[in-house]
Every structure is written in structure tokens, then in C-alpha cells.
């Protein structure tokens, strides 16, 4: 069974920094293009990076220069590192996994599965 468990959330300052981490379990995580998106209230899910099983990464443009996605597969985890975090990266952060290859570009969700629960960050102005 396939269980992703996302962290490192909460409220910050503008300009402040957060790192996220997500546990996956069940599956041969090195394998797999993992990705990291959002959802705030009221506005559509949207990626934010992805990081395939040989390293590459891809960004949205509105986190390039600010957010870094890392993964160590020794222990099954990515990372979001954020940083310079403004008040609209607030959102609810998931990070599910790339099960369908309809597309070039890792940037559709319902290319993703075994979504968890998510983790709430809040930056205030």
C-alpha cells in the first residue's frame, strides 16, 4: 500500500523560509518521478516541481530562483526547500507521484496518484 506522508508546514513572515519533506512507503520510490503542488482556497491545483528518478528537475515559473525540490532515496523522501516565501505561495503542499506519462512536461495532476493529505503553509505579509 502506497502511503505519502507530507511535513514541515506553518505559518512564516514574508520573505521567510520552510522546508517540506514527504515520507513515501510502499512503493520503489528511486523509480519514480515525484512532484510537489499546491492548492490555495478558492484556486485551481497547480505544480510546482517535479523531480524525476534521474534528477531532473522542472519548476512553475511564479517558485524559480526561490523553491529547490531534492529527493534522497535512502530514505524514501523529497524535499521542498522555500525559500523568499511571499503571501500567494500560500496553499495547502502535496506531493504525489507520477503514475501516467500522457505528456512531456510533469505539470498535470492527473498524471499523479496516491496523493496524501497535504501539508498547510502560511506566509503572512
Known amino acids: 500500500q502506497v502511503q505519502l506522508v507530507e511535513s514541515g508546514g506553518g505559518l512564516v513572515q514574508a520573505g521567510g523560509s520552510l522546508r517540506l519533506s514527504c515520507a513515501a512507503s510502499?512503493?520503489?520510490?528511486?523509480?519514480?518521478?515525484m512532484g510537489w503542488f499546491r492548492q490555495a482556497p478558492g484556486k485551481e491545483r497547480e505544480v510546482v516541481a517535479a523531480m524525476g528518478r534521474s534528477g531532473t528537475t522542472y519548476y512553475a515559473d511564479s517558485v524559480k530562483g526561490r523553491f529547490t525540490i531534492s529527493r534522497d532515496n535512502a530514505k524514501n523522501t523529497v524535499y521542498l526547500q522555500m525559500n523568499s516565501l511571499k503571501p500567494e505561495d500560500t496553499a495547502v503542499y502535496s506531493c504525489p507521484v507520477r503514475v501516467k506519462f500522457k505528456y512531456v512536461a510533469p505539470v498535470h495532476d492527473d498524471e499523479y496518484g496516491y496523493w496524501g493529505q497535504g501539508t498547510q503553509v502560511t506566509v503572512s505579509s
Open positions: 510502499g512503493l520503489t520510490f528511486s523509480t519514480y518521478t
